[in-house]
């Protein structure tokens, strides 16, 4: 098979076609048409990503019945755990009406009453969500086409390049047929790709982990990778998941279990209810079901009270069950790992710590920082997702708008030919492993709750061990067209998202947040209030940690 190679030139280079992408893109060419802005995507632009997947809801802030201040201040402190930026997240609240009339005049349909004002439904404390179109991302598409922006398709990362700490372009690969190989000067790249899903739930399967790889291999530094591991109760039978179904959790003796964790109603599925499926399982009392009784929302009442009048497990749902296997009303429940890694460290204007490199969107929400002890959107607040990373997108493009762009040098074309090498060696070796071996392993190390939800020492030695194994099958893996060298690609991203969860996972020995761990059950703010930060130096996983600079913002745990 021969290969072409092109080269190719831009001002500004965007990896990812998704609601983040697509809005740094538009923003920026509005904000400075001078640009030349190259918009690479592995899939379609419009249908990539998560955004149009399922989500469809924007978070909404009554600002009528809540300031952008005392939101922050119960971020803080029930759900953030002190380790988030204050300073961003007040921003990002702040900014909330102003995002969505931003959408609404790039073309995106929100839904308004007769009124004009938006369509606002409650749904947990401080917060709501407003419905949205999921064609959002195929109109911000045609949005940013008319303004110039160019787009390629089915065209993905493969490689990112830096000279004197500062990025001067990347490698890309086509995964048609033919495999075009294309280097990209480019003065500035902002990744937008997503962030490590594990491929385990299907509607978020597209996160795979490509920009955090390339950030990672090119030197920047990662933040908060030990908050990947998010999870979420879903049916057994179907795997559809049920939002706030962890708030009517019963186990086999028919005991309401959801009082064992808290006594309100949550915001979202938080770690110490997966915690509980695993005991009770553990303990023999499972299975853990849903139960309902009147109230079809399944509110749970204060005080531990179970709702009025519920319908037996056993009595009702099996039975309907048993309907030779055709109605799923099964309400017996397990968690499934979804992830949601998105490490790459960006500072206020979503900059690496590589000069010119911008991370946006579940890429680097976690590395920003702004959500504190949780993973990324939902971070227990449904309809952040989006908005996240219009917010970042935003902010991204602002700050590029503003800097001057300057020539880069060009790309090294050893470091050209080692990257072509590497990236298309599974297609010529004779024989090898599937891509399926790796991310087998990878999943076994991750997917189990005990692993890496619930994490003790012993347990995560046997995750790291499956990490290591998948490892060592990563040269080995053989590809027969490119969609293969892709799916090759997207495994050792898996492999290297994984031993980022487990390294900083062993270090942080503390609770906090989303993060438990058996051997270590309570937040020690003395030792623990710091961010943990990985990166790669000469070949190796190094880490460090960084002190919250706590004292700088409003809110502060008590001494």
Known sequence: MEITRKELKCDVLI????IGGLVCAVELKEKRPDLDILLI???????????????????????????????????????????????????????????????????????KQADGTYAVRPTGPFTAMISCELDLCLRMRRTAEKLGVRIMDKTALAELFAKDGKIIGAAAFSILDDGTFYSISAKKVVLATGGQNYRVGPMWSSGRGDGIAAAYHVGAEMRNAEFGNFSQLVRIRSHHEVVYGENNMYNALNEHVTKNFTNKRETDISSKAIREWYLNMKNG?????????????GKILLGGKRP???????????????????????????????????????????????????????????????????PAPPARNRGSGILNAVFAGILGADDIAERTVEDVPAICPCELDKCFEALYAPLFREEGV???????????????????VYMEAGRMKEAVALVEEARALVPKMKAVDMHGVLCCREAEYMVLSAEMHYCASQERKESRGWFLREDYPEMDNENWLKWIILKEEDGKMTLSTEDVPIEKWPFQPAK
């Open 41 to 111: 995507e592995k899939q379609v632009t419009g249908y990539g990503g998560k955004a149009n997947k399922g989500g469809g809801v924007l978070q909404y802030f009554q600002f009528d019945k809540i300031t952008p201040m005392e939101f922050l201040e119960f971020h803080v402190n029930e759900i953030g755990g002190y380790l988030g930026d204050q300073d961003l997240m007040l921003k990002y609240v702040e900014m909330n009406h102003e995002m969505l009339d931003r959408l609404s005049a790039w073309g995106v349909k929100i839904p």
């Open 285 to 297: 009392t499972g299975p853990i079901h849903l139960e309902y009784g009147d109230d079809p929302r």
């Open 308 to 374: 009025p009048a519920p319908p037996r497990y056993a009595d009702k749902f099996r039975e309907l069950n048993d309907i030779d296997g055709l109605i799923d009303t099964d309400i017996e429940v397990v968690p499934m790992l979804i992830g949601e890694q998105s490490c790459v460290k960006v500072d206020h204007g979503m900059q690496t710590t590589v000069e010119g490199l911008y991370a946006i969107g579940d890429t680097s929400y976690c590395g920003s920082g702004v959500c504190g002890a949780v």
């Open 434 to 452: 599937s891509e399926k071996d790796v991310i087998y392993l990878v999943q076994k190390a991750m997917a189990p709750s005990d692993y890496s």
């Open 15 to 18: 990896a990812g076609g998704s």
